[in-house]
């Protein structure tokens, strides 16, 4: 017994034909039921002209299936190799100037004392805690006043720290291209990824508190880029390379990008209390001594201090700001990714070139005036 079931009638050139499926039933095995073969033809047309039909079909939804998977396997990657290289200049730019920093408040500390300042000495005895066999610190009393921690000594520390938060952001980054960019033959294990994220995450908190940073609650799960949720959004991409999943990862990674940026703003909030408190720590006795006229360089002295906290203060300014663009710059490779355009990261490189300016200016000693904005 056989059924016909026609799909559909098609005039071209004025012949007529038919598209159809037609399915017969057969009888089975031995002991089985009955079963149905279905093919599928053209009728209204000769033998030879059937055949050029259904070629012509089948070629037509090989190339519908190459089309699809051509869509899924030509990814732009450009976006993501695009953020990720402005994440590696803001990491370079911004570890770069707190070097510049550091080294002029160290050559600053030692003038100090080779000009006959023997007050100072002290800041630069460690301490021991004797809870730890390994641990040194500087003295902690009087913050970073006459008679505790010196300035670079802070500069130094908090460096370490934004270097490794800024490394964090960098291996994101990178995992993001990884993704953008996966095949077949791409291994990654998410899991582990997200371990790793985790982990590096309780890390830089335990660094921040060390450093007396207001990390309020925050713990390794809020500040985790990579977080278990986007590890299992990242296996179902990986699965069948869906654009969608790829821009729900990088939602994901909204909170907690703007979790880490808040943290990274917060250390250059108190870094450049530091430097403000080191200023009014010094400035009243070069401008008493103005003042008096007991030092005939006491002017020339608190005009180049002035000089240096302004500077200091915008170059720290300009980091600031520089982690704050970054959570627009993934909301543009968001939208990027789901427009299937070029990613607009201007702001974001706008700061780092401010940053840049900025250290080239702080190197620039020989001004005596304050440098604008």
């Known amino acids: 017994m056989a059924s016909r079931h026609a799909i559909t009638t098609v005039q071209k050139s004025g012949t007529i034909f038919q598209c159809a499926f037609e399915c017969k039933s057969i009888k089975g095995a031995a002991g089985g039921g009955p079963r149905k073969d279905c093919m599928f033809g053209v009728t209204g047309l000769s033998p030879s002209r059937q055949r050029q039909i259904l070629a012509s079909l089948l070629l037509s939804a090989l190339f519908f299936l190459l089309s699809a998977c051509a869509a899924v396997d030509t990814l732009d990657t450009q976006p993501f190799q695009?953020?990720?290289?402005?994440?590696?200049?803001?990491?370079?730019?911004?570890?770069?100037a707190l070097q510049g920093v550091y080294q002029e408040e160290l050559d600053q500390f030692k003038g100090t004392i080779g000009a006959g300042e023997s007050s100072k000495v002290p800041q630069l005895l460690l301490d021991f805690p004797p809870d730890s066999n390994f641990a040194w610190s500087y003295p902690a009393s009087g913050g970073n006043g006459s008679n505790g921690k010196p300035l670079f000594a802070s500069i130094a520390e908090m460096r370490q720290t934004m270097a490794a938060m800024n490394t964090q952001l960098l291996n994101y980054a990178g995992l993001l291209l990884v993704l953008a960019g996966a095949d077949d033959s791409t291994e990654f294990n998410a899991s582990a990824e997200a371990e790793k994220f985790d982990n590096a995450a309780g890390e830089l908190v335990h660094r921040l508190t060390s450093l007396d940073v207001d990390t309020g609650n925050v713990d390794s799960g809020d500040l985790a880029l990579f977080s278990t949720i986007a590890a299992n959004l990242a296996d179902a991409y990986l699965e069948d390379k869906r654009v969608e999943l790829l821009g729900e990862i990088l939602n994901e990674g909204m909170g907690p990008l703007q979790t880490f940026v808040d943290m990274a703003q917060r250390a250059m909030v108190l870094t450049a209390k530091n430097a403000q408190t080191q200023y009014q720590n010094t400035s009243p006795d070069l401008a008493r001594?103005?003042?008096?006229?007991?030092?005939?360089?006491?002017?020339?002295?608190?005009?180049?201090?002035?000089?240096?906290?302004?500077k200091q203060?915008?170059?720290?300014?300009?980091?600031?700001?520089?982690?704050?663009?970054?959570?627009?710059?993934?909301?543009?490779?968001?939208?990027?990714?789901?427009?299937?355009?070029?990613?607009s990261l201007g702001e974001l490189i706008n700061y780092i070139a401010n940053i840049k300016q900025q250290y080239e200016n702080l190197n620039n000693r020989s001004s005596g005036e304050p440098a604008g904005d």
């Open 82 to 96: 695009d953020y990720q290289s402005a994440i590696s200049s803001l990491k370079d730019s911004s570890d770069q």
């Open 313 to 343: 203060l915008t170059l720290y300014r300009n980091i600031y700001n520089g982690y704050g663009a970054l959570p627009n710059s993934q909301r543009q490779l968001i939208a990027a990714v789901k427009q299937s355009r070029d990613v």
């Open 289 to 310: 001594a103005v003042v008096e006229g007991s030092s005939g360089s006491a002017l020339d002295d608190l005009l180049s201090l002035n000089n240096q906290i302004v």
